[in-house]
């Protein structure tokens, strides 16, 4: 038993360093192409997720970093301007329990984050916020009200006195309910990156429910709300065959739902302009 498992386990070894050189030997290729699309840290903050097995377990990936894994899955290119972010924010589902192993698991998200760069460090008087040296920050949001009544003590992934404590937002309400979307995507070196996100229709209507019914948002990020929620709704029927009719998004409210009319999903037949 232990001849057949150490053969084993060097077979896989072997698999695995054979795998790791034809992705760094293809990686210089779709770099030289353009398909390196996410930023470098961003997509370290998302691959140490899903090594920690959080990712599309306990985090989502929202707002503007879920459009690579749309453009992705779609093959087609957003203009720069429209994926410009500083940010990362993830959405935590408190109802999964989290498999904590190691002192990065242990110290929750935080700990997570500082063994990517440590310089990471909660932003004082803004618990939901984690920023590294150079300004790059990490979100972290739950649903409004969800589980209160079940749930005793603040939205944290550890009880680390340092680890972040989720923000409520009421836009995010109903999204854990919502199907997950999965793709692949490269970053800029041209190596792979797995983001799971919500649905991209969920995406479109959420960005245009803030729209209206948030006066006090910036009006630039509005603007670009609309923007976003307009060109990811035409992308998911037009690219990707999803409508909004789907009985997937019943977990939406009517408030929600009812928005439909304003994205200017085009017909179909009709080509989009990107």
């Not at 760069?117 to 984690?130: G, I, M, P």
């Not at 969800?146 to 003590?153: A, K, S, T, Y």
């Not at 937002?169 to 190596?191: C, H, I, M, Q, Y």
Request: proline share 5%; net charge neutral.
């Amino acid at each position: 038993m232990l001849q057949k498992f150490e053969e084993g386990k060097a077979a896989a070894e072997e698999r695995v360093q054979s795998l790791r050189r034809q992705l760094e030997e293809q990686a210089p290729v779709l770099r030289a192409r353009g398909l390196g699309r996410v930023p470098l840290l961003t997509a370290r903050v998302i691959r140490k997720f899903e090594d920690l097995g959080w990712l599309g377990r306990t985090l989502l990936v929202l707002g503007t970093n879920a459009l690579y894994a749309y453009e992705a899955a779609a093959a087609v290119r957003i203009e720069a301007g429209m994926l410009a972010t500083g940010d990362v924010d993830v959405l935590y589902d408190a109802r999964r329990k989290l498999v904590m192993s190691g002192e990065v698991g242990e110290r929750g998200l935080i700990g997570a984050l500082q063994a990517v760069d440590r310089s990471f460090r909660q932003v004082e008087r803004c618990s939901y916020t984690a920023a590294n040296k150079d300004g790059y920050m990490v979100d972290l949001l739950e649903p409004q009200d969800h589980d209160r009544i079940m749930r005793q003590g603040p939205a944290r992934m550890s009880a680390a006195p340092d680890d972040l404590v989720a923000a409520s937002t009421e836009s995010s309400r109903w999204l854990l309910n919502v199907p997950k979307f999965s793709a692949t995507t490269f970053d800029e070196k041209g190596l792979p990156v797995r983001i799971v996100t919500i649905d991209p229709r969920a995406f479109a209507l959420q960005k245009q429910w803030i729209l209206e019914n948030d006066p006090t948002r910036d009006p630039a990020r509005r603007r670009r709300d609309g923007e976003q929620a307009r060109l990811v709704a035409r992308l998911a029927v037009r690219h990707l065959g999803l409508g909004f009719d789907d009985s997937a998004l019943s977990a939406l409210p009517r408030s929600f739902l009812d928005l439909v009319d304003r994205l200017d999903v085009p017909p179909i037949g009709e080509s989009p302009l990107w």
